[in-house]
Structure formats: C-alpha cells, structure tokens
C-alpha cells in the first residue's frame, strides 16, 4: 500500500458518497471526537478523512477509492472500542453509523440489520413484535463490532452467542466488490466475520439474523455488600451460581459503590421463563446470601421487561477508558478474593465485572475454531473498565487496570478479542485465538485483501 502523502484531493468522491470530512474541514476535530467513544484517544490519530456512508453502495465507492490512492481503510461500526481501532492515521475512515436498518420478517424468524443499527433500538422494534435477540449488554452498542468479536448478550445462555445467531453477512471486500457470506457462500469469510473483530479484512455492512420467540417474563435479583464481606461471600456465590438454572445470567461487579463510592461487590443475576415464578425460580439460589455479609441496603428481586435489561448495564458516555479482559475457568470465590484488594479503584467509574452463567453453563466454552474465528473462550468472563475524566488521573487508571490483570494472571486461560486491549503486548493476539484459527485468518486474509487495503489488529 502506497504511503499518502498531504493533501490528497478528494473531489472525485465526494460527489459518490455525500459527506467527506478532511483534515482541512472545519469539522473535522468535531466528526473525530463523536465517532471515537474512548475519549483519552479521540484526538491519538489522525484518519485523511472521513466518510459517513449511507447505503452499501458509498461504501462500495469509498473502497474503491482508497485502493487507487494508496489509502488504507478503516471502518467504524459504533459501540464501545476501548483501543479506538477505528481511528488509525492517515486512513480513510469510513462511519457506518447511518447504516442502521432494520426489517423483521416475523413469519420467518428473521431480521436484516444493517452494521450500524444500535442494539437498544434493534430489541426495542423486536419486542413489539414478541421477538428476540441476544443484544449487547448495553443498548447504544452497535451490531458491528459486536457481532465481529463473537457477541456475548442478553440471554446468550439460552441462545447463543450472537455469532450463532447469524445466518448471512452482507459486506464489500477489499476490490470493491459487494457479497453476500453464507455457510454456503464465500465459507471463509463467514468463517472470518464471526470472532475476528477489529482484525477482519473486509467492510461489515448488515446482517441476516436469526431471531427468537421472547420470553413471556424477566427478573434480576440484585444485592450490594461491603468489600470486606468477599471470604463470606465466595463460597456462596460459586455455590448459588452452581444452583442456579442454565441460562440464568450473574454479573458480579467490584468497585466503588454507586452511590457512597466505598468499596464494594454488587451481585446482579437475571433469569427469563414463561411466567414470573419460573423466572424468579431459576434464580431463587441467590436469595438468601450469607447472613455475615454487611449489604449496603436489602437485597431485592424486580421484574422487569426482557427489553429493559439493557438499563442495567448502562455505561457512562464521554469518559476516558482503559479497558482490559480475562477468560478464567477458575472457581468464582477464588476469582472474587483475588480481585478484593482492587475494589478500591482510583475513580468512582471504573470497576472489574465477572459475567458468568448458571448451572453447568459456560459463558463461552471453547468454540470449535472450525466453525468461527472466535476460538477460545471460558466458563467466566472478567472485565477490567477503568473511566475517568481528568487526564491528570491516567496513569493512576493505567496502573490499576494492570494490577488488576496481574491479580488475574494465575487464573487466565485467554483472553476475549472484543475487550482486551490487544496494544499491550505483542503476546495479547495470540491468547485471544486458537494457533490454528491465527493462521486460518492469515491465510483468508491473504487471498481477500492481499495488498493490505484494511489495517488489521492494532
């Protein structure tokens, strides 16, 4: 790929794709800031320029342009990139944003979405219907990058990640050229889509999804304890969640206290069945926590609509962020005496999350990497977010996540592509994928972009 060198004239296309934003417009400082949502590194790089593309055709165009300039491309999704790998310099950044239909065919149980569709709205149009699908947790994550890196969501326990629940992928490939990726069709980039992440070589522009019947009810039953109370609280939250039905979905948070900002452990599981006692039921093993844990204030179980989960994993926008990710197949009360010393976070913000599943379940079990790039993964999920406003606070954040981790480090199986932060060593790709699903990547790679049009891993 030829080096670009400033200006480049981008005449020819603007008039192909609408809206070109260059590093002489005078928007550029604000295009970059509003797609970038790690907002330590909305001002680290500098793309030429920028392209919000509106239909699947300007992407087309914008490919196209790029490979007869010597330009690299970068496309952006949305949601929550905590390396902000979209932002790359000198790249053509194409915002796929405005791509956000959605069409449900109800009689199929099927639904198109196009990349930039925002969950939140995506369960939102589905559960008007009765129908469902296994979303990001929080609902202003874009369909994506979260189907790239595999999709772990609500209720994924009983449906699958997001990934399984792909039928088609509609995409532009580095010579310009819009296809259609099936189990059928074009297998290896079918193959490559699900699990490679910001790592995929082609532009992502929608997706056929499989969709599901909603479940009638929904609840969560939540309790808040001191930090302190963690060697009471080990063994009966590996036991509770043992008890627990498959599918039901615990989040265990270890930070500050939302409101006193002490340190603290927040439990959280939910449950979904065909009426409110089957679904309180699948959780019932967490009712009594031990009677020697200081709680913040009683625990309590709500019902909720299934549409509505997403409230209890919202995320505060225009933050800075460090972020970091952990599979584990370790017991959930060593995992939680390990990370008890770093409950006492630099910000009131950051905090470590441990997602896992009831029953015998695995958040994600070792896919089969014959089946999908995403190829390692672990009965628990820890996630490491650290979020502040003063860049005079970074390296105290820095820091913290990395204790964190090396806390974590003697119970570390592997490492998810979607969160970990892949620029942190040159060893980080390799626990997130499988040696055989690495070289399979490479390989693909090298006969669908053989020039190096898309950037690849940071």
Same mark, same amino acid.
């Given at each position: ?262 340190p603290s452990i927040i439990v959280r599981v939910s449950a979904t069945g ?28 709500? $019902? ?19 972020? $970091? ?63 502040? $406003? $003063? ?68």
């Amino acid at each position: 790929m030829a080096t670009v060198s400033e200006p480049l004239s981008f005449a020819e296309l603007e008039p192909l794709v609408g809206e070109v934003i260059t590093r002489q417009s005078d928007g550029y400082d604000e295009a970059r800031e509003r797609i970038t949502w790690n907002k330590r590194l909305d001002k680290a790089r500098a793309p030429a320029a920028i392209v919000v593309a509106k239909s699947a055709e300007q992407v087309q165009a914008a490919v196209r342009f790029a490979a007869g300039h010597g330009l690299k491309v970068s496309p952006r999704g949305g949601g929550h990139n905590y390396e902000a790998a979209a932002l790359r310099d000198g790249s053509l950044l194409l915002d796929l944003g405005c791509l956000d239909r959605i069409e449900i065919d109800r009689d199929s149980l099927t639904a198109w979405v196009g990349a930039g569709a925002l969950g939140g709205e995506l369960i939102e149009r589905l559960s008007e219907q009765g129908l469902g699908f296994p979303i990001g947790h929080c609902a202003d994550v874009a369909l994506s990058g979260y189907i790239l890196s595999g999709g772990f969501g609500w209720n994924s326990g009983c449906w699958g990640p997001a990934i399984a629940n792909v039928e088609a992928i509609e995409m532009v490939v580095a010579d310009g050229e819009a296809i259609i990726a099936t189990a059928e069709d074009h297998t290896d980039l079918f193959w490559a889509a699900r699990g490679a992440g910001c790592g995929f070589f082609a532009v992502v522009t929608g997706y056929r999804l499989r969709l599901h019947r909603l479940p009638d009810a929904a609840c969560y039953w939540s309790g808040s304890f001191t930090a302190a109370s963690a060697p009471t609280l080990a063994p009966w939250l590996g036991e509770a969640l043992r008890s627990a039905a498959q599918g039901a979905e615990m989040t265990c948070l270890v930070g500050p206290h939302h409101e006193s900002g002490e340190p603290s452990i927040i439990v959280r599981v939910s449950a979904t069945g065909s009426t409110r006692e089957e679904a309180r039921a699948k959780i019932a093993s967490f009712a009594s926590p031990p009677q020697h844990a200081n709680a913040f204030e009683p625990p309590e179980y709500k $019902d909720i609509h299934f549409a509505d989960l997403t409230r209890l994993s919202a995320v505060p926008s225009g933050k800075r962020v460090a972020a $970091d990710h952990v599979w584990s197949e370790a017991p959930l009360g060593d995992l939680l005496l390990a990370l008890q010393p770093h409950a006492q976070a630099p910000g009131k913000a950051s905090t470590i999350n441990i997602f896992a599943l009831g029953g015998s379940g695995h958040v994600a079990a070792r896919p089969d990497e014959r089946e999908s790039a995403l190829s390692v993964g672990g009965g628990t999920g820890i996630g490491i977010y650290a979020m502040w $406003d $003063d860049p005079a606070n970074d390296e105290a954040q820095f820091e913290w996540v990395r204790a964190v981790d090396l806390a974590l480090a003697p119970y570390r199986t592997a490492r998810y592509v979607g969160e970990a932060s892949l620029a942190a060593g040159p060893e980080r790709l390799a626990e997130c994928f499988t040696p055989g699903a690495l070289e399979r990547l490479a390989e693909v790679r090298s006969r669908y972009d053989p020039q190096g049009l898309f950037f690849g891993f940071p």
